[in-house]
């Protein structure tokens, strides 16, 4: 081959890798694009990832365990609570996705619409008192002694003020084998149910 042929050869493989790399680039930059503006600089990153796990709930991908599906939905908690949120327009999707995780009953008693605006009062009210989610933490998760399709999975959640608020999430097997979240109940710091008043 000649000289002249090597160099088209070469000038060539240069401007398809740089093709390849601007093309990289221009779709990392419209799928940045796609939620950076939703959430909160500080917490871009992170909350970035935790909405692409939300956004991942679906019947076809549901979760296999209790402990997997309470990890679920907590994690729409930290976005919806932990202060992460700038554009609260994509709040919908997060309790769309969140609800797959409940149980008939549940959705039945709380209709979405119902459910959005408690969420939005709760983090106008967040934002207001600078208080905020900061962890949460998932314990193993425990099968009823005298029922295999029925479990209970612990949970602490800790605020940026230093406070620990501690659940226990009932859970059963559905007919279709789906660990679906039945209900939820406040304890104290041992998981003994607090009494609502």
């Known amino acids: 081959m000649t000289k002249k042929g090597n160099n088209i050869i ?22 940045n694009k796609d939620t950076a503006g939703y959430f909160n600089k500080n917490d871009n990153v992170v909350a970035e990832s935790i909405y692409e796990k939300v956004m991942g709930i679906s019947e076809e991908n549901y979760p296999i365990t209790p ?34 995780l409940l149980s008939d009953e549940i959705l039945t008693n709380n209709p979405i619409e119902e459910q959005e605006k408690n969420v939005l009062s709760s ?3 967040i934002k207001n008192n600078k208080v905020r989610l ?44 789906k660990w679906k979240i039945t209900g939820w ?13």
């Open 10 to 31: 070469g000038i060539l493989f240069i401007v398809l890798v740089v093709c390849i790399l601007v093309g990289f680039f221009a779709i990392s930059m419209i799928k």
């Open 67 to 100: 402990e997997e599906v309470v990890t679920l939905y907590t994690e729409a908690y930290k976005l919806l609570y932990g202060d992460k949120i700038k554009d609260t327009s994509i709040v919908p999707n997060i309790l769309e996705k969140q609800r797959i």
């Open 123 to 125: 983090m106008e009210n």
């Open 134 to 177: 900061t962890s949460v933490d998932v314990k193993p998760v425990m099968y009823d002694p005298g029922d295999s399709n029925v479990a209970y999975v612990k949970v602490d959640k800790k605020d940026n003020l230093f406070q620990t608020y501690y659940y226990l999430y009932y859970l059963e097997r559905q007919p279709d084998e």
């Open 185 to 197: 109940y406040n304890t104290d710091e041992n998981y003994n149910i607090i009494e609502q008043e």
